[in-house]
Antibody, heavy 119, light 106 residues
């Protein structure tokens, strides 16, 4: 069955970077696009960007451009999201999600990774 | 950027009642709208895409309607497991989420 397994909880200091991983199983990795979505405590969902599992092409939400990098490793079927220059308002649960083939909605989600930014 | 406004913020209902949730877009997104359900401590779960198509395994008590700027998610008869937060997401032309509607027990 389709699974997206994310890395564990992270605690970072302001100004640091974090890299979250999302390991896929149960489907052909290179046929799909992956997105990252975050959710601050008590807040709604916020789309961060997407990356093609086929060719690594990316598109980032304007808010995160210059601060986020999304990559993939097809040999391990893993997508990564790195966020730099962390601030306290980056504290959130970060989700990876598999994008549907036909349109940009999210069929499957990882379990989420809590990133806490605190001095 | 297209802004999605969901209403009400909280909907208090009893099991067996009908729930009607609204999602309004700041400009037309055609039928490029999805709905998700999220329970505390869990990832979102896709319910509806294309404004009205149920995702695989979603019970038929969930239905979506609308196009352009006004969309509705209807839960015909609330089951105990349906009390959750519901979010809409548009994917035409860009990508954004609404702020969510919490459906809680009256």
């Amino acid at each position: 069955q389709v699974q997206l397994l994310q890395s564990g909880t992270e605690v970072k200091k302001p100004g640091a970077s974090v890299k979250v991983s999302c390991r896929a199983s149960g489907f052909t990795f290179t046929r799909y696009t992956f997105s990252w979505v975050r959710q601050a405590p008590g807040e709604g969902l916020e789309w961060m960007g997407w990356i093609s599992g086929y060719n690594g092409n990316t598109r980032y939400a304007q808010k995160f451009q210059g601060r986020v990098t999304m990559t993939t490793d097809t040999s391990t079927r893993t997508a990564y999201m790195e966020l730099r220059s962390l601030r306290s308002d980056d504290t959130a649960v970060y989700y990876c999600a598999r994008v549907a083939v036909t349109d940009f909605y999210f069929e499957y989600w990882g379990q989420g990774t809590l990133v806490t930014v605190s001095s | 950027e297209i802004v999605l406004t969901q209403s009400p913020g909280t909907l208090s209902l009893s099991p067996g009642e009908r729930g009607t949730l609204s999602c309004r877009a700041s400009q037309s997104v055609s039928s490029n709208l999805a709905w998700y359900q999220q329970k505390p401590g869990q990832a979102p779960r896709l319910l509806i895409y294309g404004a009205s198509t149920r995702a695989p395994g979603i019970p038929d008590r969930f239905s979506g309607s609308g196009s352009g700027t006004d969309f509705t998610l209807t839960i015909s008869r609330l089951e105990p497991e349906d009390f959750a937060v519901y979010s809409c997401q548009q994917y035409g032309p860009s990508l954004s989420f609404g702020g969510g509607t919490k459906v809680d027990i009256k």
